[in-house]
């Protein structure tokens, strides 16, 4: 352990000698040097005892901890409940300070859109301001049901989380792709290509969609029915052939998400598109059957990006797995805002922005979490069980920074000018990047 630094203050004299406006050594936290003058005189109104940097730095832990004594204790109304689920962020650690912005949001707090064959909700820019970046949508769809043909302003970006389902996406060039795809299996659909998805036999399917732009909304689609039922029948007699009687049949709004029958298999259904099935580009990925980047005894990570999903230009991920007590390390990410979904299990992040801004949050299922770009953070399994989240990045190319790693490459000098540790204790931490720690 580093030697204790010995403080020194000079005690006001009885005569009044004049003091010198600031204590010799800022306190041991970092904080800039307190003038003794100005605390002098609000302990004196306050008719409080002087205190040492020292007691000064302990009394300060105390008061922001919130754990001493009585002092948390709250006597008037509370929701309990919710108390439990994020205690962090009604009592942090006494690291925390300031406000870098909200970093949370829960899925389970937005409206529902409830349709024949599922459901759909969404955490946008609206919910999660800070997040411009990146919006999420959680959908479901009953065995058989669909997600009506339709296409976006923004890319798709999605992974199954229940349940299994087929999904179709046309190029320019005419050519279709069709996959099904299970639980962990990626799909990426970019801006303006059509698409549709299909729950298949059992209990259909549950996922999460996740587009690259923050105020996107679920309900601004390009529908098929709306694009035919808005068009003029004469055009649509001249465009398609179909007379005004069967234009009168078409769906007269919008289907969105609606009940069907089961498809073909899908052999039959590639087989029936023939020459004009796309080979070439994959828009699935099976994550499912993909070996672990980074496995250690804590967890482990799966990262894809337009490496290994070179279709996914725009958004890369990480699927991060913590076991009980282990962390992500602390760590941050160079070129874009990091959009977290909460999967299974229950963790704390920390989140430290410029200025020395600090935040604390629980998460758990569900839930969504923000990291501002390029702040530091890390992640921990405070749970019983395995810990599963995502990882979501506006970009083409997963990056992040080790701590860790960047402290083991500063020469000593410069290691033990910034940390002011001994050489033996700074050179104890981890000498590489681990993305996952055990406890």
């Not at 004049?18 to 306190?27: H, I, R, S, V």
């Not at 409206?111 to 800070?130: A, F, M, Y």
């Not at 999903?309 to 890369?316: E, G, L, R, W, Y």
């Not at 990410?333 to 920390?350: A, C, D, F, L």
Request: aromatic fraction near 8%; glycine fraction near 8%; charge should be negative.
């Amino acid at each position: 352990m580093p030697d204790q630094k010995t403080k020194t203050s000079k005690s006001m004299s009885a005569a009044g000698a004049a003091e010198p406006d600031t204590l010799e050594q800022p306190d041991p936290e970092g904080l800039s040097p307190i003038s003794r003058r100005s605390f002098v005189g609000a302990a004196a109104l306050a008719g409080a005892t002087i205190l040492s940097p020292m007691a000064l730095t302990q009394s300060r832990q105390q008061t922001l901890s919130g754990r001493q004594g009585d002092n948390a204790s709250d006597p008037g109304p509370e929701n309990a409940p919710l108390l439990a689920m994020n205690h962090s962020a009604n009592t942090p650690p006494f690291t925390d300070t300031g406000n870098p912005g909200p970093v949370w949001y829960s899925f389970d707090l937005t409206p529902k859109r409830l349709e024949g064959g599922g459901w759909t909700h969404q955490v946008t820019e609206r919910e999660l301001p800070p997040s411009k970046d990146l919006a999420g949508v959680n959908m479901r769809l009953t065995a058989g049901s669909f997600r009506e043909l339709h296409w976006h302003l923004a890319d798709e970006w999605a992974i199954m989380l229940a349940g299994k389902a087929r999904v179709s996406v046309m190029q320019p060039d005419g050519k279709m792709f069709i996959d099904d795809i299970g639980v962990n299996d990626l799909w990426y659909f970019p801006a303006g290509m059509p698409h549709s998805i299909q729950g298949l036999e059992g209990e259909g399917c549950e996922f999460l969609l996740v587009f690259d732009q923050g105020a996107f909304s679920e309900d601004d689609t390009f529908l098929i029915s709306e694009l035919l039922a808005h068009t003029p029948p004469e055009i649509i007699e001249k465009n398609m052939g179909w007379t005004r009687q069967e234009w009168d049949q078409l769906p007269a709004t919008q289907l969105y998400i609606f009940p069907a029958d089961l498809p073909d298999n899908l052999n039959a259904d590639n087989r029936f598109l023939g020459s004009n099935r796309e080979t070439q580009t994959q828009f699935t990925f099976k994550m499912s059957s993909m070996a672990p980047t980074v496995k250690a005894t804590g967890g482990e990570v799966r990262i894809i990006d337009s490496k290994n999903f070179p279709v996914s230009t725009n958004i890369a991920a990480a699927q991060v797995t913590l076991k009980p007590g282990a962390i992500r390390e602390l760590h941050w990410h160079p070129n874009v805002s990091e959009w977290q979904y909460w999967i299974k299990g229950k963790g704390r992040m920390t989140i430290v922005t410029a200025e020395g801004k600090a935040r604390t949050m629980d998460f758990n299922a569900n839930d969504v979490g923000f990291v501002p770009a390029m702040a530091g953070h890390y992640i921990e399994n405070t749970g019983n069980e395995d810990l599963v989240f995502l990882e979501m990045f506006k970009t083409g190319h997963y990056a992040d920074f080790s701590v860790n790693e960047w402290i083991a490459r500063m020469p000593d000098r410069m290691a033990q000018a910034h940390l002011k540790l001994p050489l033996s204790v700074i050179r104890r931490a981890p000498q590489t990047k681990n993305p996952i720690l055990p406890k």
